[in-house]
């Protein structure tokens, strides 16, 4: 755990939600599933200097959302799906709340459509 002052900061590398709220990281997590890709290919993909894809691979590995294979001279890298599972069961709670939204946003757009046809 490392300090900042007196307060401790939790590494980035403590979790899946961690890991993921790095833009860059959400990214590669899309890049690669369904794949399996070097980081070449990765840099290729992406542009970013190969560093940065391996630092981000990296944190990735740590909290197990991707996996790393050697083939050859080459280290391959694939999603680990069903890590992602916990997230998707989180985000999933406010699915109620977002339907809900929309229908009560979808009933004031229909209020408002019937009032300007009554008013033409």
Do not use: C
């Amino acid at each position: 755990m490392e300090y900042i002052g007196n307060m401790a900061r939790t590494p980035t590398t403590f979790d899946s939600f961690n890991a993921i709220s790095e833009p860059r990281r959400r990214e590669l997590i899309e890049i690669l599933i369904g794949k399996e890709l070097t980081v070449n290919e990765i840099v290729g993909l992406t542009g970013w200097n190969q560093p940065m894809v391996s630092k981000h691979l990296k944190v990735l590995k740590e909290v197990g959302l991707v996996s790393e294979k050697k083939e050859g001279r080459f280290r391959v890298y694939k999603v680990n799906a069903l890590q992602l599972k916990p997230i998707q069961e989180w985000v999933v709670q406010f699915e109620q709340y977002w339907n809900k939204s929309f229908d009560q946003l979808e009933d004031y757009l229909k209020t408002l459509q019937s009032k300007e046809v009554k008013n033409e």
